[in-house]
């Protein structure tokens, strides 16, 4: 693991769910910058000493020199953006697999260098969108894949947080004290970046489809906030199919607001992440349907992704779990569902959303290709 | 009553509601163009023959030369969109309170004219923007007002149905059949001029807000389709406060689906038609706060909107009647609330709302004032 | 109308609910026992003073000497409790229709009494147990009587207030200002006699089942109460099926928490009165299905009891006025369905019920028969 | 562990979540009575063989026979329920802390034999009542504990399953496969004694109170069946609280319908299973509050039972995790929260309710004493 130190939320998410999958043995890394916590973490983990590294360089110098059984095999990336490519690459170069969390890199050429070395290289690269972990995410997938929805007519995804409030309406201090609101580390965008991408891939993931041309209107909502915190997306994917993402990290009191709905002449589907075992099947002709986990109705995919009775709630972990494990069956050489873990080419189309949204809106709200 | 005779639905709803409030009486009107039906219903109805006119004009002729205290005192339009104008103009202009179906008029001109004679007579007109009828509707326009909110930082409002999946999906004879597909009588607008509008009236019905500005992007959804039926509106209020209004009539299963939410920098309020007696309060910091009418912790004006007591649910009859009562009380000269009834100055409004989405729409996806 | 003078408020609604049916005109009643309230109730109505009477009485012989297209021809009773009886076997036996509130009468007998009186005169008798005219009850009804739950292994009842809290946990003057908590108005029961009797009659009219058997325990929940305000009831059908009814005024926070469940082998069935337009129909083996109303997947009983298109909610008046057209339907000799009024037999059941529970509580919580 | 093996569900849900808190590492086992099953679950599970024992009293020889440092810890007993007794007992007896699945044994008496030893010895005891794991359970405990809901008058709690509808309405074999259905695995109870016990638990432990007595009603649904599939619980706690405890295997469609409601004077709280991460507070004079996890207006107990920030649901693996960790502070004599973990106390008043159920309905349905 690169990343992931005392206190880093993210960090801790990803070492829950890979020992859910149990897949995985965390075995060494390189947690924090800082020597001594870095130290002290391995400590707390009970990790040998040995493997924690200093940096990635050192990391991948000692790691090649141990024997093959011996040898990490793979990766989890959890720094801050700025830090996933360079990491990324010289992981993959040096033949590890990865798990990333996403923004995968800052920019898209630096997206498209990943995919072309994975391509080259055939290693796995997984990228943490946790959200496609859930069962009736993939429930979702599966039904749109086999046609049930008619002609799809419109597609709505939100993502909505208040988060940030309490840091904006703050002392100037508390402002910069975010590192999600400094272009230096989050990169272009702070709503579209972390959170808007999330809406874009769930409707990526779930139709199949990929969304052409986007035009965008984004709020800083304070003068002296340098990105996007608030937006809202039009989408094209061709013929008259549209849609809209909407995105905001300043909706006061929702908490992670994720919602998701695909609107076909024959039926529609709609899900939310925060009730994330249901799945709503609209008809205008027939009772709502609500699917749940844990049922033979489902098909396969939704039903390898949930491992307790009907009724008995899992949540996010497990959704990340579902991911790890799609990763280790691909490191394994296992076979696998498509759509197990997100590839970097989910990674490649989330940083050219990001842009063409952070561009629009700078071109005076036009639109743009992805 | 002009128009609502036989198999009209949205006239027997106006009928009701007014029974409902109890202070109107069924006496006259012009209840179908159709002679035959005209009679018909009136005999159904109990009316008595003499007043059940053949047109506007001899309702007013004959309704003038009876005594005042016989005479009708105010007249609800509920005629396709293509007739209100015309009927509002010539009854305001003989001295007749007027409650119209929305849209108001076909053209913001003829929009303006009403107002403008409404203004000169003092003659209550009431538009029948149901929705705002409701007890947590009011409840959160008096919220709002009270400035519980803090900086109303972003505005989501979406009206979604999927009745007319049916007929467009049908042969072409069935989209023929649809007044709401035909320019001629429903304007230049189907979706937005139809739905949309009511998610427009209801931000600046809670908000207290104006909208300046739009950007639309509307759908045909197939060829044969002369009107939008489905479309996404940016929104700009002044200064960093942006939203969004989404409506649609293809979203499949969807049946009136009416949503609203205003976050502010403090405090968010969100509110759904389907469950129209809950009212949503969010924060960052507190638990989320469920309103609900017939309790004291509401304001008056949604007291005065609510009759049973608390865990009965009233529905979309009792607030058209709210309205209806609203404009009782303005027609007899008593003291009202503001916001009872939606006036005139509301149908303006609704009127540049449309045409300025058609504009944008149409110019290529602009900027356009509203 | 007898009773339901100035501020009460289950008049009122049986007056909204029959001006929104559209079958009936009120035209005379006693609608206070103090006459200058009963006149200035019948001034305020536009009520012909010669037809607002000083007792049930001198309405029936007024009323007699009309010509019998003048005559009044159905009485709504919505005096207290104790005047039931009296009111409805004088105006019975005069000839003239009912609609009663319930409890139909304070004894069985009277109730038997009653029962045989509408049974030799073939009037129209019908209590105002209005939650059976809600669309998605009927539908319920409807279902079950097709056979689709298989057979049914658990029924399951709650009425859960809370309103009575704010008089028991006050004064005493406040306590005794109750007339539900003083036997010689409300009878051998406050909690069962006004809201278990609602649970008890939906169990039975949804699935045209008897209750046999019922052992209840009941609280009184302070010293100073006289009657029981909290009650648990246990039920038998015969056979395996068992089942249970809850009814509470002390659950602080619950309005008018009415929910129904019964579930068979093959399917259940669910449904809550304060989002009375969702019936959920459970499976193991089928998602969830959502009947909601104005849907052609609706059987006619359903279809009749709603009139707004779908997703536009009705509520407990247009219930009340799914019975009251019910009952002039009856009265004017047409068709309808059963079920479409409860009966006076449905009262004797419904006293049937009530005594039973005090009396199985009262014998130390001992199996009764209904 | 003990038990768990090839195909067991509660094994493996023991086994994620002690991976999830991890402070646990799975060393060895008796994983199943079938020697090649045990060898190769822990083949499987990558356990080193010398420590896959063939019963309890192997295990017990052999990890004695360790150094301190090397040897096993604590042992999780997830058998079928008539293995725990002995297991327990003898593991308690050699110096064993324990992690037990529930019901805890077959009888009172062994129960009470459990907790005198575990009093003796000061070793933890841990029951695996999952559902007090739940973040919104321990808070709902901690407000009921600050005393905020007045004088308690009412509690409903219910657990409502349909999973054995397949089994029972099918062939006389597959009835004889469910080893629930059969006394000998099982005990005296199915319905009351597997889940019935779960809603017993959830009570005491989110009120502090102890039901003194209760009476109840069991049906076993078929002839051929016999043990309880379903079944009412009348509950008296003293003074004027009562309550009410419903539960059943045979809900055809509910999954694992757990709620509570505690009603009292000032206000009333709410908690489903299906939805753990919403608990409501309700009163008649303050709107509705929905408290959710990881928010600083919920309690400590509350807050270190949720990691992920607001809105990233967790489910029952982290429920019983949280249990895990609890067992592991204590085992680790670091300082715990009174109800981080259920303790061998809760077995007891598990077997004495299971008991007194079965009695109270095998005496003709009379009280009897917890």
Redesign the interface.
Known sequence: MIGGGPGA?IG??H??AS??C?DYELVGGVFSSNSEKNTQFAVNEGIDLSRCYSGVESLIEAEKALPANKRMEAVAIVTPNALHYSAARMLLENGFHIVCEKPMTMTVEEALELEEIVNQTKLTFALAHTYTGYPMVRQMRDLISQGIL?TI??I?AQY????I??FI?GTESRITGVWRLDPRHAGVSSCMGDIGVHAFNLIEYTTGLEIREI?S?L????DNIKLDL???V?L?FGG?????I?A?Q????????ITI?V??????LKWA?????YLY????????????P????NGKFAEISH????????????ALANIYRGAAKSIRGEEFIPGEFPTVHEGVRGMKFIHAVVNSDANG?V?TKV
Chains 1, 2, 3, 4 share one sequence.
């Open positions: 939320f801790d998410a070492r829950r020992r859910i149990n008619g007519q419109r709505d909505y947080q208040g988060w409030n309490s309406h035009l209107d709020s800083r909502v304070k608030d937006g809202t039009l094209r008259y199919l549209k849609g809209v909407r905001s300043v909706c006061g009191g929702e908490e992670n607001g709905a609107y076909g002449s024959r039926a529609s992440q925060e009730n994330p075992n099947m609209l008809s205008d002709t027939e009772p709502t349907r609500v699917f749940k844990a049922h033979d109705y491992t307790m009775p009907p009724g008995h709630p899992e949540g996010i972990y497990e709200n639109w």
